[in-house]
C-alpha cells in the first residue's frame, strides 16, 4: 500500500520535476546561461493561469493556455531584459559575463517575485484543474489530476525531443549547444536559435508552473525552491545533458517522497541534498554531464 | 600610494568616515541601528567580494560561513551563559566559521564555476536543514535566544560594529592591494598559468578561503550579540546571502569597498522605501539590475568614471 503510494506520488512528482528542470539545461547547454529567474517564470505562468480561471472564470481551459502565453513572454522578457544585454556588452569581460547573467536572472526573477507578491499578495493558490476527482489504483486513492499531470509532462519531454531529433530547426539547436561556431559556419544565425532556445524554454517552464500550480499549488514563495530544485536536479543529471536531467529528477523525486513517508516530511529534501555533495565530490561533472 | 591618497575617492572616503563618526551625536537611535546593522552587512559584503573578485569564486553560500560563526557562537552563550564571556563565543564563532571556510574550499579546488556555485548553495541548504532538525540545539525556525547581548545602548553598538567595519575593511582592501591580491586575482583569472609562474594556486586559494571566512563568521557572530538572538531567516537564508552578492557587484567587484557601499545603499534603501510597503524591494531590485546593465563596474565604476572625466 504505502510501496504503490511512494511509487504514483514519486512518479508524478518527479515527471513534473523532469519537465521543470529540461527546459533549464536546454538554455544552460545551448548559450551556456544559467537562468536564476526560472522559478519566477513557473510561478508567473501559474499565477496567470490562477487568476484568468479563477477570477476572471474563463475556465480552465483558456487560463492554462493564457498561462502558457504568460510563461513564453516571461521568458522572453528575461533574455530580451536580463541575458542579451550582458551577452553583447562590451564593458563586461567575457570571463565575468558568467556571474553578471547569475546576477541579473536572479534579480529579474526578484523583479516578478516582487510583483506577483504585490498585485496578487503571498498567498498560496491553486489552479483551478483540468482533471477533477479521485481515482483508486493498486487500493490508491490518488486525484485524476496527478496522473494528468504526468502524462502531459511525458507528452510534452516527448515533443521536445520530436522537435530536436526530427525537425531542421531543432537539429539545428543540438548542434548550436555542441558546437556554436559550427553552426555560424553553416550560415545559420545563432541569434535565432537563441529566440527558439528560450520559446521552447517558456512554454516548458510555463507547462511545469501550471500543472505544479494544479497538483500541489503555488505562491511567490515558492520562487526561491523552485530554482533551487531545478539547478540541483539539472547539475546532478550533469549540465546541459537532457537526458541526464531526466534521470537525476527522478532520483530526486523518488528520494524526497520515499524520505517523505517513510521518515518524516520534514527530512523530505535531506537525502537529495546530500547525494548532491557525494556526486560533488566524487563525480563533479555529474552523472551524466560533458566537461 | 600616494596617488591612491591623493584621488578623489580617497578623500570622499575620508569624508564619509567622518560623518559615519560624528553621526551618533544628531541622528536618532532607530537610524544608529539600521546603520549598525548596514555595517555589519558591508563586512559580509567585503569578504565575499574578497573571494569572488579576487580568487574568482563564484560562492553562493556566504551565509554558510556567517551562519556557521552566527549559530556556534550564539549556542555557545546561550548554553553557558554566565561562565562563558561572549568575546570567547564570538572568537570561537569565527573560529568555526574558519573551520567551514576551510570545508568549503575543499570542492572549491576540485570542481570550478556553476559547479562550485551550485556547491556552496547546498551547503546553505544543510546548514538550513540542520538548524531546523536540531531544534533542541538551534531554536529551530523559531530563532534563538542568547542571553547576552554586547550593549543595551545604541550608541556603543554603533561604534562598535563602525570600528568592526573600519578594521576589517582595511584588512581586507589592504590585502586585495597586496601581493596576495595579485596573486589571487591571477589565480583567479587563469589558473594554470599563475601555477607556470610558480605561484601556489591552492594555498593562495585556500587563504582568500580562511580569511574570508574569518571576517564573515566574526561578523556573524557580533551581529547575533547586538540582535541578542539568532535566527534562519537573519543568518542562514539564501535569500541573505542574495543580497550579499547583489550588494557586492552593485557597489562595484573586485574593490572590497565598493561592498561595503553596496550593503550599505541596499540596507538604506529598503528602510526609505519601507513606506511603499511590498514595493520597496521590487523597486530596489530595478535600481540594481539598471546599475548592473548600465554601469557593470557599479557605485565605484560610476564615481571614477566621473574622476577621470
Redesign the interface.
Given at each position: 500500500m504505502l510501496f504503490w503510494q511512494i511509487l504514483i506520488d514519486g512518479f508524478a512528482i518527479s515527471a513534473l520535476y523532469a519537465l521543470g528542470a529540461t527546459g533549464f539545461t536546454l538554455i544552460f547547454g545551448v548559450s551556456g546561461v544559467?537562468n536564476l529567474s526560472h522559478g519566477a517564470i513557473m510561478v508567473g505562468a501559474a499565477v496567470a493561469a490562477w487568476a484568468a480561471a479563477g477570477e476572471l472564470g474563463v475556465g480552465p481551459y483558456t487560463g492554462a493556455l493564457i498561462g502558457v502565453v504568460a510563461g513564453l513572454v516571461l521568458a522572453f522578457a528575461t533574455y530580451f531584459?536580463?541575458v542579451r544585454?550582458?551577452q553583447r556588452?562590451k564593458?563586461?569581460a567575457e570571463?565575468?559575463k558568467?556571474?553578471?547573467i547569475?546576477?541579473?536572472t536572479?534579480?529579474?526573477g526578484?523583479?516578478i517575485q516582487?510583483?506577483i507578491?504585490?498585485f496578487f499578495t503571498n498567498n498560496a493558490k491553486t489552479v483551478l484543474p483540468i482533471v477533477e476527482g479521485v481515482t483508486t489504483v493498486f487500493g490508491v486513492r490518488t486525484p485524476r489530476n496527478e496522473y494528468f499531470t504526468a502524462v502531459i509532462c511525458w507528452v510534452a519531454i516527448g515533443l521536445l525531443w520530436l522537435l530536436v531529433n526530427r525537425t531542421r530547426r531543432g537539429k539545428s539547436v543540438m548542434a548550436a549547444s555542441m558546437n556554436p561556431r559550427g553552426v555560424t559556419l553553416l550560415g545559420i544565425e545563432l541569434s535565432s536559435i537563441y529566440l527558439t532556445v528560450w520559446a521552447i524554454y517558456g512554454l516548458l517552464a510555463g507547462v511545469a508552473g501550471i500543472l505544479l500550480g494544479m497538483f500541489l499549488g503555488v505562491s511567490s514563495y515558492s520562487v526561491?525552491p523552485l530554482t533551487?530544485s531545478a539547478?540541483?536536479i539539472v547539475?546532478l543529471g550533469g549540465?546541459g545533458s537532457v537526458s541526464g536531467s531526466l534521470i537525476a529528477a527522478y532520483v530526486v523525486g523518488y528520494l524526497e517522497t520515499a524520505t517523505a513517508y517513510l521518515i518524516s516530511p520534514?527530512?523530505r529534501?535531506?537525502p537529495a541534498?546530500?547525494l548532491?555533495?557525494v556526486v560533488?565530490?566524487l563525480r563533479?561533472?555529474?552523472l551524466f554531464g560533458r566537461r | 600610494m600616494p596617488a591612491f591618497v591623493s584621488s578623489r575617492l580617497f578623500w570622499i572616503g575620508v569624508l564619509t568616515v567622518i560623518v559615519a563618526l560624528v553621526l551618533p551625536t544628531y541622528v536618532s537611535g532607530y537610524v544608529l541601528g539600521l546603520l549598525t546593522v548596514a555595517y555589519y552587512t558591508a563586512v559580509f559584503a567585503m569578504s565575499w567580494d574578497l573571494l569572488f573578485g579576487f580568487a574568482g569564486e563564484v560562492n553562493f553560500g556566504p551565509t554558510f560561513l556567517i551562519g556557521v560563526g552566527a549559530y556556534t557562537a550564539g549556542i555557545l552563550d546561550a548554553n553557558f551563559s554566565p561562565g562563558l564571556s561572549i568575546w570567547l563565543c564570538i572568537a570561537a564563532g569565527a573560529l568555526a566559521a574558519v573551520v567551514g571556510g576551510v570545508v568549503l574550499a575543499l570542492p572549491a579546488l576540485r570542481v570550478s564555476g556553476p559547479y562550485f556555485g551550485l556547491t556552496t548553495l547546498v551547503a546553505v541548504l544543510m546548514l538550513q536543514n540542520f538548524i531546523v532538525v536540531a531544534a533542541g540545539l538551534t531554536g529551530g525556525e523559531i530563532g534563538l535566544a542568547v542571553p547576552d547581548v554586547i550593549s543595551i545602548d545604541a550608541k556603543t553598538n554603533y561604534w562598535i560594529a563602525l570600528a568592526f567595519m573600519l578594521v576589517s575593511g582595511a584588512i581586507l582592501f589592504g590585502l586585495s592591494r597586496s601581493a596576495i591580491g595579485l596573486i589571487l586575482q591571477a589565480s583567479g583569472q587563469d589558473k594554470i598559468q599563475a601555477g607556470a609562474l610558480g605561484f601556489n594556486v591552492t594555498k593562495h586559494k585556500l587563504a582568500a578561503f580562511v580569511v574570508s571566512a574569518f571576517f564573515s563568521g566574526l561578523a556573524g557572530a557580533l551581529m547575533v550579540f547586538y540582535m541578542g538572538t539568532a535566527s534562519v531567516s537573519t543568518f542562514v537564508d539564501v535569500g541573505v546571502g542574495v543580497q550579499i552578492i547583489i550588494a557586492a557587484v552593485l557597489g562595484g567587484r573586485r574593490t572590497v569597498i565598493g561592498a561595503a557601499i553596496g550593503a550599505i545603499f541596499l540596507i538604506g534603501m529598503g528602510e526609505l522605501l519601507r513606506p511603499l510597503g511590498e514595493l520597496a524591494t521590487l523597486i530596489v531590485s530595478v535600481i540594481a539590475l539598471v546599475v548592473i546593465l548600465f554601469f557593470p563596474d557599479g557605485f565605484l565604476g560610476i564615481i571614477r568614471g566621473g574622476a577621470k572625466a
Amino acid at each position: 500500500m504505502l510501496f504503490w503510494q511512494i511509487l504514483i506520488d514519486g512518479f508524478a512528482i518527479s515527471a513534473l520535476y523532469a519537465l521543470g528542470a529540461t527546459g533549464f539545461t536546454l538554455i544552460f547547454g545551448v548559450s551556456g546561461v544559467l537562468n536564476l529567474s526560472h522559478g519566477a517564470i513557473m510561478v508567473g505562468a501559474a499565477v496567470a493561469a490562477w487568476a484568468a480561471a479563477g477570477e476572471l472564470g474563463v475556465g480552465p481551459y483558456t487560463g492554462a493556455l493564457i498561462g502558457v502565453v504568460a510563461g513564453l513572454v516571461l521568458a522572453f522578457a528575461t533574455y530580451f531584459i536580463a541575458v542579451r544585454p550582458i551577452q553583447r556588452s562590451k564593458a563586461i569581460a567575457e570571463s565575468e559575463k558568467e556571474i553578471f547573467i547569475l546576477t541579473a536572472t536572479l534579480l529579474w526573477g526578484i523583479i516578478i517575485q516582487e510583483a506577483i507578491a504585490y498585485f496578487f499578495t503571498n498567498n498560496a493558490k491553486t489552479v483551478l484543474p483540468i482533471v477533477e476527482g479521485v481515482t483508486t489504483v493498486f487500493g490508491v486513492r490518488t486525484p485524476r489530476n496527478e496522473y494528468f499531470t504526468a502524462v502531459i509532462c511525458w507528452v510534452a519531454i516527448g515533443l521536445l525531443w520530436l522537435l530536436v531529433n526530427r525537425t531542421r530547426r531543432g537539429k539545428s539547436v543540438m548542434a548550436a549547444s555542441m558546437n556554436p561556431r559550427g553552426v555560424t559556419l553553416l550560415g545559420i544565425e545563432l541569434s535565432s536559435i537563441y529566440l527558439t532556445v528560450w520559446a521552447i524554454y517558456g512554454l516548458l517552464a510555463g507547462v511545469a508552473g501550471i500543472l505544479l500550480g494544479m497538483f500541489l499549488g503555488v505562491s511567490s514563495y515558492s520562487v526561491g525552491p523552485l530554482t533551487a530544485s531545478a539547478f540541483s536536479i539539472v547539475v546532478l543529471g550533469g549540465l546541459g545533458s537532457v537526458s541526464g536531467s531526466l534521470i537525476a529528477a527522478y532520483v530526486v523525486g523518488y528520494l524526497e517522497t520515499a524520505t517523505a513517508y517513510l521518515i518524516s516530511p520534514a527530512y523530505r529534501t535531506i537525502p537529495a541534498l546530500l547525494l548532491l555533495v557525494v556526486v560533488m565530490y566524487l563525480r563533479p561533472q555529474g552523472l551524466f554531464g560533458r566537461r | 600610494m600616494p596617488a591612491f591618497v591623493s584621488s578623489r575617492l580617497f578623500w570622499i572616503g575620508v569624508l564619509t568616515v567622518i560623518v559615519a563618526l560624528v553621526l551618533p551625536t544628531y541622528v536618532s537611535g532607530y537610524v544608529l541601528g539600521l546603520l549598525t546593522v548596514a555595517y555589519y552587512t558591508a563586512v559580509f559584503a567585503m569578504s565575499w567580494d574578497l573571494l569572488f573578485g579576487f580568487a574568482g569564486e563564484v560562492n553562493f553560500g556566504p551565509t554558510f560561513l556567517i551562519g556557521v560563526g552566527a549559530y556556534t557562537a550564539g549556542i555557545l552563550d546561550a548554553n553557558f551563559s554566565p561562565g562563558l564571556s561572549i568575546w570567547l563565543c564570538i572568537a570561537a564563532g569565527a573560529l568555526a566559521a574558519v573551520v567551514g571556510g576551510v570545508v568549503l574550499a575543499l570542492p572549491a579546488l576540485r570542481v570550478s564555476g556553476p559547479y562550485f556555485g551550485l556547491t556552496t548553495l547546498v551547503a546553505v541548504l544543510m546548514l538550513q536543514n540542520f538548524i531546523v532538525v536540531a531544534a533542541g540545539l538551534t531554536g529551530g525556525e523559531i530563532g534563538l535566544a542568547v542571553p547576552d547581548v554586547i550593549s543595551i545602548d545604541a550608541k556603543t553598538n554603533y561604534w562598535i560594529a563602525l570600528a568592526f567595519m573600519l578594521v576589517s575593511g582595511a584588512i581586507l582592501f589592504g590585502l586585495s592591494r597586496s601581493a596576495i591580491g595579485l596573486i589571487l586575482q591571477a589565480s583567479g583569472q587563469d589558473k594554470i598559468q599563475a601555477g607556470a609562474l610558480g605561484f601556489n594556486v591552492t594555498k593562495h586559494k585556500l587563504a582568500a578561503f580562511v580569511v574570508s571566512a574569518f571576517f564573515s563568521g566574526l561578523a556573524g557572530a557580533l551581529m547575533v550579540f547586538y540582535m541578542g538572538t539568532a535566527s534562519v531567516s537573519t543568518f542562514v537564508d539564501v535569500g541573505v546571502g542574495v543580497q550579499i552578492i547583489i550588494a557586492a557587484v552593485l557597489g562595484g567587484r573586485r574593490t572590497v569597498i565598493g561592498a561595503a557601499i553596496g550593503a550599505i545603499f541596499l540596507i538604506g534603501m529598503g528602510e526609505l522605501l519601507r513606506p511603499l510597503g511590498e514595493l520597496a524591494t521590487l523597486i530596489v531590485s530595478v535600481i540594481a539590475l539598471v546599475v548592473i546593465l548600465f554601469f557593470p563596474d557599479g557605485f565605484l565604476g560610476i564615481i571614477r568614471g566621473g574622476a577621470k572625466a
